[in-house]
């Protein structure tokens, strides 16, 4: 365990004086049915994203509600983004577990609602790096700095591959972008488990970690890459937050040749994993 891996039961937010950094944050709302909770985004930009379960939120005269998927794997995405300065009540319509991304903005921008049918699916990679990519508050998307995106990875499978990098200021190709990885695995059957590498030979890190359920993974710079053990398909919802409105990032040099290789490799026909329908098994 390092400090950049933070394991489940074991933290109970990431922000940016925890992590160091100037920007993201991150943590899980777990309500009760019925129960209400009032926050306040303070300086923060948030966006709420129902994991499994369904609530509403009240603030400032309006209502919305959202989520219907019983767990991350059962359906697609609803969000609700909030600005700074804004009020709000959480409340259970059922039991919900809801995660909360958040940056640090200077612009009161507009509340927005994304539904599920708004949230565009890719299939990315292919042959056994094939995954699926929930783009929900996108770079076009009206935010200052918040960037949230959800992967599913079939079992077996790579993700975030090639292993990249976003932790120098050089667009149109790299930004700096901190991000947090956020693991979600089914617990049935017992033992399921992931694997993640952070490296930066810059900054001389070289990590290699088994992840499981409910642990979050912090990525402060380097290249990263992840692996779903066989049997066990992996959910992550990554949180990402910089100065520019894009997701650009830097390949591996050693790594990038696999790119123009994936043409002559079939897409994993089990992906897209979850659409509008729920699972597809």
């Given at each position: 365990m390092t400090e950049l891996l933070l394991r489940h039961g074991e933290w109970d937010v990431v922000d940016p004086a925890s992590a160091s950094w100037s920007y993201l944050s991150f943590r899980i709302e777990r309500l009760r049915d019925g129960e209400r909770v009032s926050r306040q985004t303070d300086g923060e930009e948030i966006a709420l994203v129902p994991l499994g379960g369904r609530c509403a939120v009240e603030s400032d005269g309006e209502r919305w509600e959202l989520g219907e998927r019983e767990s991350v794997f059962d359906g697609m995405p609803w969000a609700l983004?909030?600005?700074?300065?804004?009020?709000?009540?959480?409340?259970?319509?059922?039991?919900?577990?809801?995660?909360?991304?958040g940056a640090l903005a200077d612009e009161q921008l507009e509340p927005r609602l994304l539904t599920p049918d708004e949230v565009e699916i890719e299939v990315r990679g292919s042959g056994n790096a094939t995954r699926q990519i929930n783009h929900i508050i996108k770079p076009e998307f009206p935010a200052q700095r918040l960037l949230v995106v959800e992967v599913f990875t079939p079992a077996?499978?790579?993700?975030s591959y090639p292993p990249h990098k976003h932790d120098e200021d050089r667009p149109p190709g790299e930004v700096v972008l901190e991000e947090v990885y956020y693991y979600r695995i089914p617990s049935e059957p017992p033992g399921a488990f992931a694997v993640q590498r952070l490296y930066s030979p810059q900054h001389g890190t070289d990590l290699t970690e088994t992840v499981r359920d409910g642990d979050i993974m912090l990525v402060p710079h380097?290249?990263?890459?992840?692996?779903?053990?066989?049997?066990?398909?992996?959910?992550?919802?990554?949180?990402?937050?910089?100065d520019r409105r894009s997701m650009a990032s830097a390949d591996d040099p050693a790594l990038a040749w696999i790119r123009p290789a994936w043409a002559n490799l079939e897409p994993d026909p089990r992906v897209p994993l979850v659409t509008l329908e729920g699972r597809r098994h």
């Open positions: 983004y909030l600005p700074r300065d804004t009020e709000y009540t959480l409340v259970a319509l059922g039991d919900v577990e809801v995660a909360v991304s077996g499978n790579w993700s380097g290249y990263h890459t992840t692996a779903a053990a066989h049997g066990y398909d992996l959910y992550y919802l990554n949180g990402l937050a910089g």
